[in-house]
């Protein structure tokens, strides 16, 4: 194995963890041309190692191993998966010390979050285990007089998986455990972002028993790995973590082969504050919603819509509170870490700029920080106009965009007007108007008076541009699946 700078860190205590090369058919591999792919520190620009850039037939060779592994794990009998992601469940939380430091150092969040992203992540892979237990048979009353009628849930094949730096932890175990609890092979590429975390996943996954060829964790340049995956007709499905951007070609290159897609995608969240909220815990809960993971969160709060008569004091406690947050590397725990590369920075600046020039104000922020180059200050602009970029587009980043609203129809089609589907924050106590609200709003998933929603058994996913299909819950398993209708003639 190539020694990294990232595998001499003192606080990684188990070496073995930090893998460099690819996971293919039970053996890690270099790339035959020697080449790698460089990942750096964002808190402090420091190279922390490479990992292997492999080719288009090497990672072909990947869609090869699983193709040959998935009829003896389709096979294997549900408590024997079960059993083997349970272990990989196991080994996931007895690592977590481990796993979060990895995290920190390739991807830059606060340790905290890191561990509860461990956490997280964990979770999926004992929610699919205890899954992998329930009926794939369905029974249907018969419509013929002389037949019966089943419904058998079959895994598709081979499924690619294609994940982000922002949480490179959970986003593979949230697709990887679905695929493999109903049976599927799976064929995964990290972000060249935070390629370490995906790897040590691996590393576990052979520790806890997953047959050569059934997981692959291929790594190098995103459209040499991922092209000949999508034009495989071996790969039965596709599900895709990442922008909406990258979203779109990929579900143009997977129409020539049919392929099932899940694509979660990017996001625009509107927060929703009216005068009958808990001022308090709208801001409480607004600050979590904005700033976690630095703002680089598809559930990140996009726009701050606050009603008129809450409307200053709620600009001036968002305000306190976004000046009490702290900032620095990861490993310190801060409450915010750095941005992941320039392209983001630059993206603040960017929408904080032109805010600022169609009229809006700075609260706080509005600059980069002094803790390195790729801080940026945790920022409020307050009026910010309808047609500002950052109402349209992702910002990414820890930048508040706070306007006011005068009555509920109009609040609501504001929050409605975005290409975007995937969360919306409102923040009321009037019972008629949450209900009303939450029915009238166009997205996956509405959360009332409280940030955090996700979990293993809740369908996590938006509409419109913010994707197809859901994951997590049972749902997210049947994604990996084809029903097969069985008419069986008793006559
Ligand atoms: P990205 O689209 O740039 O990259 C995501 C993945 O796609 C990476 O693995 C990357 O290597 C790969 N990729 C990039 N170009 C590719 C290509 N041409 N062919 C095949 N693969 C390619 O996204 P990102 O910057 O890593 O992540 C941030 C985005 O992810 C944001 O838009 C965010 O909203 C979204 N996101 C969505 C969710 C969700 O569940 N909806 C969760 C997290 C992040």
Not at 41 to 67: M, N
Not at 425 to 441: G, K
């Amino acid at each position: 194995m190539l020694r990294t700078a990232l595998s001499a860190r003192p606080e990684i205590t188990d070496k073995s963890l930090v893998r460099s090369f690819s996971y293919i058919d039970g053996k890690w591999r270099a790339a035959a041309s020697g080449e790698t792919i460089p990942v750096t520190d964002p808190a402090t620009g420091d190279l922390i190692g490479g990992v292997a850039s492999l080719s288009g037939a090497e990672s072909r060779a990947a869609v090869d191993a699983a193709q040959a592994a998935f009829a003896g794990w389709s096979d294997t009998l549900p408590q024997d998966r079960a059993r083997i992601l349970r272990r990989w469940y196991e080994l996931i939380v007895e690592n977590r010390e481990d796993l979060a430091r990895i995290m920190v150092l390739e991807q830059g969040k606060p340790l905290s979050e890191a561990r509860g992203e461990i956490t997280y992540g964990a979770d999926f892979v004992e929610f699919y285990a205890e899954e992998t237990r329930r009926p794939n048979i369905e029974g249907v009353t018969s419509h013929l007089p002389d037949a019966e009628v089943e419904l058998w849930r079959e895994p598709v094949g081979v499924a690619a998986l294609i994940t982000p730096w922002n949480f490179p932890m959970a986003m593979l175990t949230r697709k990887a455990a679905a695929a493999l609890a109903v049976g599927c092979t799976v064929v995964a590429h990290p972000s060249g972002e935070t390629p370490f975390s995906a790897l040590a996943l691996a590393e576990l996954a052979e520790r806890a028993g997953l047959p050569a060829g059934v997981f692959n964790v291929v790594t190098g340049a995103p459209a040499t790995i991922c092209e000949p995956w999508t034009s495989d007709p071996r790969v039965r499905a596709l599900s895709f973590t990442g922008s909406t951007e990258v979203g779109r070609l990929l579900y143009r290159q997977s129409a020539e082969t049919v392929k099932k897609l899940v694509l979660e995608l990017g996001g625009h969240a509107p927060v929703i504050v009216f005068d009958c909220a808990d001022l308090e815990q709208a801001v409480a809960e607004t600050i979590k919603a904005k700033f976690a993971t630095s703002g680089q969160d598809c559930l990140g709060a996009n726009r701050i819509y606050v009603q008129r008569p809450l409307y200053e004091a709620f600009c001036r406690k968002f305000t306190e509170a976004t000046e009490k947050l702290t900032l620095g590397p990861g490993r310190d725990d801060p409450d915010l870490g750095p941005l992941i590369n320039e392209r983001a920075v630059q993206k603040q600046e960017q929408h904080v700029a032109d805010a600022l020039d169609k009229g809006a104000k700075v609260l706080t922020g509005g600059k980069r920080a002094s803790a390195g180059p790729l801080f940026y200050a945790p920022t409020v602009l307050a009026d910010v106009p309808h047609d500002a970029l950052i109402l349209r587009e992702e910002t990414f980043g820890p930048v508040a965009a706070i306007l006011p609203f005068d009555d509920e129809a109009a609040v609501v089609t504001a929050a409605n007007d975005s290409e975007y589907g995937l969360v919306a924050y409102v923040h009321a106590q009037d019972p008629r108007r949450i209900y009303r609200v939450s029915r009238a709003l166009q997205y996956g998933m509405v959360a009332v008076n409280r940030t955090k929603v996700t979990g293993a058994p809740i369908p996590f996913g938006g509409t419109k541009q913010s994707g197809l299909g859901r994951e997590g819950s049972r749902i997210g398993s049947e994604e990996f699946t084809e029903i097969k209708y069985v008419c069986r003639d008793w006559a």
